[in-house]
């Protein structure tokens, strides 16, 4: 028998994805990267690779005489043989396509989940985000264009799907509150139909969580109770969140994750008129399992 190298570093790949994976879904630690509507995807994904790992495991030892023959027939048909059959000589090309297939490996099994926070807030623009949210729902309404800034509701890949009666019903439920609850599930529809028409809902209370985003601008008494909003994968994370005022906010670090309760009300930052929460009751919080929002999807039938 002959010991094939190459094919068994490339059955060694294939098995490492799959563990991976497995190791992903079985932690929970998967929602941390995808949408959970797209779970059962990755779970098909890691089966297949289990898969073509036992197909690759026949191909690592080969007998004497059946090795041989291959390379007599290679010989003789130089064309059909044109392909690698993995026991070519390892060149620099090799290493690099190696390198490159075993990088996302190696960053999965050595570097820890990390949630996005206020720092890639920053970096994705932080108020300028939330201003020029603001600015392009003022320009739909005027134009009585049906179309929502943070997420369309519609997008495939949410983690909830509703029928557009429901999803109209949810909206009616809105209007007809008086206290706002922006649990996770109805959080960016909620938040697109604020940002619409602030002025609809003024003066009503509103209970919310997230975390603490602060920048240069802010007054110090204001801090944005934040949360990231995905789509499909964290690669889209968009930002949502609130302006809220608070005494504390100069003693609550950024990062923190707090749930608080407090009126709607109107300001104005860097000459745009935003929603700001006036926070009368808030406690802080652990980061919650599941950290991210996720858009509704509405069922076309």
Not at 16 to 33: D, I, Q
Not at 44 to 55: D, G, Q, R, Y
Not at 230 to 254: K, N, R
């Amino acid at each position: 028998m002959i010991f094939h190298v190459q094919q068994a570093i490339r059955a060694f790949i294939l098995l490492a994805f799959s563990v991976m994976l497995f190791k992903l879904h079985f932690s929970g630690e998967m929602t941390k990267f995808i949408n959970p509507k797209y779970e059962g995807l990755s779970q098909s994904a890691s089966v297949l690779f289990l898969v073509l790992f036992i197909i690759q495991v026949t191909r690592i030892w080969t007998a004497r005489e059946q090795d041989h023959l291959h390379h007599n027939n290679c010989h003789q048909d130089a064309h059909d043989c044109s392909h690698d059959h993995g026991d070519s000589p390892f060149n620099t090309k090799k290493l690099i396509a190696y390198l490159v297939i075993v990088f996302p490996l190696a960053t999965g099994f050595l570097l820890p989940a990390k949630v996005l926070d206020a720092s890639i807030m920053d970096k994705k623009g932080g108020m300028a985000v939330l201003t020029n949210q603001r600015i392009s729902n003022e320009e739909k309404k005027e134009t009585n264009i049906q179309e929502f800034s943070a997420v369309n509701p519609e997008e495939i890949g949410s983690s909830k799907e509703i029928t557009k009666e429901e999803y109209e019903q949810l909206k009616q439920n809105l209007i007809e509150s008086t206290t706002i609850e922006l649990n996770d599930d109805v959080y960016s529809t909620y938040y697109d139909e604020i940002h619409l028409d602030v002025q609809k809902f003024k003066g009503r209370e509103i209970q919310l969580k997230g975390f603490v985003y602060k920048e240069d601008g802010l007054e110090p008494d204001q801090l944005v109770i934040a949360r990231f909003l995905i789509t499909h994968c964290v690669a889209d994370a968009g930002i949502i969140g609130f302006l809220s005022e608070i005494p504390e906010a100069s003693a609550l670090s950024q990062d923190t994750w707090i749930e608080a309760k407090g009126f709607l009300d109107t300001t104005t930052f860097n000459g745009t008129e935003l929603p700001v929460i006036k926070i009368t009751n808030w406690k802080e919080i652990s980061q919650p399992k599941q950290p991210y929002l996720y858009p509704i999807s509405i069922r076309i039938l």
